[in-house]
């Protein structure tokens, strides 16, 4: 064997490299090989699993807090300031943040990243509740608890305001919306901050008997006066 290696040197004036040498006697077979391999690839990445928004779990928990005809620095003092004063002592927590808006609170937990999220949930909702004692009341609706589905989480903000009534903004709001939503690239455009227009009627059943009417002719009668 080392006389068979020395011919080689002496014939060629180098040694031979066993791998690359078989692989060039056998070009064929390589070829038809890495054939394979690239229809494999093509293959597997092709049946891969695709999501447009794939699901991320992070620890973060978010508080959510509406309360109309509120500045900014009222919102901070009546709502934002009680419920981080509870939140502090939680345990876990990495970072908490806030930001208080016209009509709107909203506090954002980061926890560590051992600790559960559904536990995270519910010691930050234990924590808001002891807070509804120090809130307004006022407040029309308690604060929202809800971890962050990045999936579904905003990735744009739109602020309306301006010399409007709430009923013209919000009819911009939809026009807006309409918009967007009509967007390949946006899959759900959402209106926060704007209460629905209720209008209460009260009946009185002894003057509707004496004027010979009934409730279906008082729902018929505002149906058509708020028709547009």
Do not use: C, W
């Amino acid at each position: 064997m080392a006389q068979r290696k020395d011919e080689d040197v002496e014939e060629h004036g180098y040694r031979k490299f066993k791998p690359t040498f078989a692989a060039l006697k056998n070009k064929n077979t390589i070829y038809l090989l890495t054939f394979f391999l690239f229809i494999a690839g093509i293959t597997s990445y092709q049946s891969m699993e695709r999501e447009l928004f794939p699901e991320v779990v992070i620890p973060y928990i978010m508080v959510r807090t509406l309360h109309p005809g509120n500045s900014p620095s009222d919102m901070e003092n009546l709502i934002t300031r009680p419920i981080e004063k509870e939140l502090k002592g939680l345990n876990g927590v990495k970072k908490m943040s806030s930001s208080s808006y016209q009509d709107y609170s909203l506090i954002v937990v980061e926890f560590e990243t051992d600790v559960e999220v559904k536990q995270a949930l519910q010691d930050v909702k234990d924590q808001v509740d002891k807070a509804k004692t120090e809130l307004p009341d006022d407040l029309d609706e308690d604060p929202v608890v809800d971890d962050i589905d990045f999936t579904e989480f905003p990735i744009l903000n739109i602020n309306l305001s301006g010399d409007y009534s709430i009923y013209e903004l919000k009819k911009f709001a939809e026009d807006l919306q309409d918009d967007f939503e009509a967007l390949r690239s946006v899959r759900e455009a959402d209106i926060i901050g704007v209460d629905e227009r209720e209008i209460q009627i009260n009946v009185d059943p002894f003057r509707l008997e004496a004027m010979d009417l009934t409730f279906y002719d008082v729902e018929q009668a505002s149906s058509l006066k708020m028709s547009p």
